[in-house]
């Protein structure tokens, strides 16, 4: 904690509001992800192809996904520079994730039932 306090206070302005810039698109970038995957869920729809390849004639529902709001909204922009949110074992960590913040709000509305 003490490193990250001295490095903050040696930088400039500048530099601050870049991290802080870099941040925004990364919670923007997870946010987006998240909504897309709960999206998918929703709907029973797979999130990826038998082939993922970029080739393939289907890319997955995921990928298309975000296709589809690109040609929405050309000015969409899923990704940032450091978090692409396209990685199978990030989306498939979000489920496990959503899933466990499901399974506990289930336990606790259970708990709170009167039998």
Same mark, same amino acid.
């Given at each position: 904690k003490q490193w990250y306090q001295r490095r903050v206070r040696d930088m400039n302005a500048e530099q601050i509001a870049e991290i802080n810039e870099s941040v925004r698109k990364n919670r923007d970038a997870l946010m987006k992800t998240m909504m897309a995957v709960l999206y998918l869920a929703k709907q029973n729809f797979p999130l990826h192809s038998h082939d993922g390849s970029d080739e393939s004639e289907s890319q997955g529902g995921f990928r298309e996904l975000i296709k589809l709001m690109k040609d +929405?909204?050309? *000015?969409? /922009?899923? #990704? #940032?520079?450091?978090?692409?949110? *396209?990685?199978? %074992?990030?989306? !498939? =960590?979000? +489920? /496990?994730? +959503?899933? !466990?913040? &499901?399974?506990? =709000? +289930?336990? #606790? =509305? &259970? #708990?709170?039932? %009167?039998?």
């Open positions: +929405i909204n050309p *000015t969409f /922009e899923f #990704s #940032s520079r450091s978090f692409a949110g *396209t990685n199978p %074992d990030i989306q !498939n =960590e979000l +489920i /496990e994730l +959503i899933g !466990n913040a &499901v399974y506990k =709000e +289930i336990l #606790s =509305e &259970v #708990s709170q039932c %009167d039998y």
